[in-house]
């Protein structure tokens, strides 16, 4: 288990992205977010791109076994890696013993659960700012927002409690300056076994 493997949880607009690109630069992990992932099978046209485009367009989940699938070829192609920041990855209480099984038919495991928490108010705001200029037609539509902030709370947010039941959560506050922020995720992780 030499791995330092984390999974970066928290609701759309929560920071996820802006804090992974500091983790990986800092720590030199692989960067494994699920929405790019998909955002890169659109944009190539692939069966798996055309497969999720009308659940990420609706702001709804992709299947489980299709995000599950794709995570696994991920984790495969980079089996030397110093570990895995997961973004966006696990939603479901589904993918995250999904996950659970893969890394530990690799002999791997999580080291720890990093949340970042913003009030929906916030997230709405950043969303829609982000919207301007990131193309993402999700992100520019009201009614998305809504479906996505809601899928979160029903679907994902459970996700929260199976780490807690492992020992392995901890909450940050996402409001602040984006070092502030990147100081106490890093604070958190250097506790973390790898
Ligand atoms: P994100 O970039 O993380 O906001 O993801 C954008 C969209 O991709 C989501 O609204 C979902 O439709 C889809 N997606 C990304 N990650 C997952 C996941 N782990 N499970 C299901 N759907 C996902």
């Known amino acids: 288990m030499s791995m330092l ?3 970066l949880f928290g609701p759309p607009g929560a920071g996820k992205g802006t804090q992974s690109e500091k983790i990986i630069d800092k720590y030199r992990l692989v960067h494994l977010s699920t929405g790019d992932l998909f955002r890169n099978h659109l944009s190539k046209g692939t069966e798996l791109g055309k497969l999720a485009q009308k659940f990420m367009d609706e702001g709804k989940l992709v299947p489980d076994e299709v995000v599950v699938g794709m995570v696994e070829n991920k984790i ?3 089996l030397d890696a110093r570990g895995f920041i997961f973004d966006g990855f696990p939603r479901t209480i589904n993918q995250a013993t999904e996950l659970d099984k893969m890394l ?3 002999n791997l495991n999580i080291s720890g659960m990093i949340s970042l928490e913003v009030p929906e108010d916030e997230l709405r ?4 700012e982000r919207g301007k200029t990131s193309g993402r037609t999700d992100d520019q539509d009201d009614g998305k927002i809504t479906t996505r902030i809601r899928v979160y709370q029903d679907e994902t947010s459970p996700v929260a409690g199976y780490y807690k039941q492992q020992g392995k959560f901890n909450a940050i506050n996402g ?3 984006i070092d502030q922020i990147f100081d106490e995720i890093c604070r958190v992780m250097d506790q973390f076994p790898s």
Do not use: A, C, M, Y
Not at 125 to 128: F, L, P, S
């Open 175 to 177: 409001v602040g300056s």
């Open 125 to 128: 705001v950043r969303i829609k």
């Open 5 to 7: 493997n984390i999974v």
């Open 104 to 106: 530990l038919s690799h």
């Open 76 to 78: 495969e192609e980079h």
